[in-house]
Every structure is written in structure tokens, then in C-alpha cells.
């Protein structure tokens, strides 16, 4: 029988011929060799998939998988984790790229200090090209022993939700919901893993963030587009991701093994956003009730054509 590895790699993508290859290959590339590479490919319609079997044919560590369909970003998120065998998991963004020692540095990480569920290091930015725009400054400082301000420091302080690509321990990702399907739910997924452990930082610059026009959350102009890239079932009814939002920091509150005084305070955070976000939240409820009523034309204008 083939030994676990000791880290999973999980590399979801659609139509990332112009640097998947470069994600790749700053993979294979690390210091710490021990991993299994997972890609799924959003049944793409470029390259990629080309791209991804000559590597999986190269090295016996990448596994490339294909969606029959596009089933979206989200569920492709979550299926790379399920494929995954390490106790130690990654996400990795197919047009991101990792220095040789962002593995070897996070693994560390968290093999000196049994409260981190995740770690991840220091940042910079590329843009389409390549060209650099500057290192990123250092993320949430998650490392309370208090759950309740792990919580809050996640939900109130971070904003690029880039420690969701560093190394997490799997057991304790597996008790949570995973990434949903609408906007900022990777920051949800932070704020849910704080509430069980620590996250450890690596002030060494390992990680490169790719910024580009072409980004997952930068290409699409409208709600619609963007509801339909994180979930292709999702195309059809209302719409609510400010909501949505902060039911899965209520969600995230109530699956955690917290005491009541702690989930009172990390449901009390989750008002105070709401309370704070209150005109967005309107214009939710707004702009749910436009589609519900364009629907509604649209099905009468049908039934007399």
C-alpha cells in the first residue's frame, strides 16, 4: 500500500491556461516533497486541462481530475478537499505561486505549536504579468488564546482572506462548513477555523499573490455572473450574499465546541457587523426583491406570448 503523504494540495481551476503552469510548477518545485497535488478542472475549455495531464504524467504526485460540468467555484473548493488524504491541507489558487519554502516553513509552523489549526507566511504581490507590486502587509493577528477574539479579530481585520492558502490541519477543516457559495465566505472560513486554534505566521515572504484583472472576483461585473462562478446550481432565484454572510458567521458560532458566554460573544460580533453593514444589508433586500419582481414579469410575459 502507497504511504499517506504528509501534506494535500488542493488546486481547483477553470480556464487557467495562462498560469496554471506557473502554479504548478512552484508546487513540484518545493523543498518539502512529501505532498500529493490535487487538481480538478472545472470541465474548462481552454488549455488547462492539457497543461494539468502533462504534469500529472510527469510526476506521480498530481492527480488531475475533470468535472463532466462546471459545477462552480465552491463545489470545486470542496471537492479537492474531499479527494484529499494528508492530515495537513492546502488550498492553492491557480494563479498564485508559492517561494520553495512556503511548505517546509508552514509545516514547521505548526509541528512547534499544537493550538495553530492553520499557518501561513508573509505575501507579495504580482500583477497578470509577473511584474511586482509590493510585499502585502501581514494578515490577521490570530493568536488570542480566547476563541471570541480570534473570532473577532478574523470577522473585524481581515480583508484579503489570504490566509485561507496556507496550511491548515484537516481534522479541524473538516468540522467546518467549508467556503460557501457567495461573496466573503473564504473570510467566514477563517473566522470558523479560529474558533478552533490559533494560526501561526511565518514573517518570511513565501507566498505570491497574483493581482490581475482577470481574478476570480474582478472579472465579473454584475451579481449574477458572480453568484453562477461560485455556484453554477445556484444560476436561478434570489440572491442575498450580505446575508448569507452573516448567517455563516452565526453558523460558524453555533458548530464550534464553544462555551455559552463564547458563542453569546461571537454571535454578538456577528450583530455588531450587521448592525455596522445595515445599508448593504438593505440593499440586499432591495435588490433581491428587483430579481423577484423582473422574474415575475418575465413568467407572465410568457404564459400571454
Known sequence: MTALPKVSIGLPVYNGERHVDHAIASIVSQTFEDFELIVSDN??????????????????????????????????????????????????????????????????????????????????????????????PRFSHVVSPDPVERF??????????????????????????LPGSYHASARVQLAELALRGTFAFVPAVHFVHRNHPAGSLRAYSSVHELRNWYDTGRSAGTYLPRWEYMGGLMGAATRAPLSWRQRSGCYGEAVRWAFEKRRSLALDLAEAGRQLVGSAVSAVRRTTA
Not at 502533462?54 to 479537492?80: K, M
Not at 508552514?106 to 499544537?114: H, M, Q, R, Y
Not at 480583508?159 to 490541519?169: A, C, D, M, T, V
Request: glycine fraction near 8%; proline fraction near 5%.
Open 152 to 177: 473577532r479579530e478574523v470577522v473585524r481585520k481581515e480583508r484579503l482572506n489570504l490566509p485561507i492558502f496556507g496550511l491548515i490541519r484537516a481534522p479541524a477543516l473538516r468540522e467546518t462548513a
Open 43 to 136: 470541465a474548462s475549455t481552454d488549455a488547462t486541462g492539457d497543461i494539468c495531464r502533462r504534469w500529472a504524467e510527469r510526476d506521480d504526485r498530481i492527480h488531475y481530475v475533470r468535472n463532466p460540468s462546471n459545477i462552480g467555484a465552491a463545489p470545486n473548493y470542496h471537492q479537492v478537499f474531499r479527494l484529499a488524504r494528508a492530515d495537513l491541507f492546502k488550498w492553492s489558487a491557480h494563479d498564485d505561486m508559492l517561494e520553495p519554502g512556503f511548505l517546509e516553513s508552514c509545516a514547521t509552523a505548526l509541528g512547534g505549536d499544537d493550538r495553530a489549526v492553520l499557518a501561513y507566511t508573509a505575501a507579495r504581490q504580482v500583477d497578470g504579468d509577473g511584474n511586482p507590486l509590493g510585499e502585502i
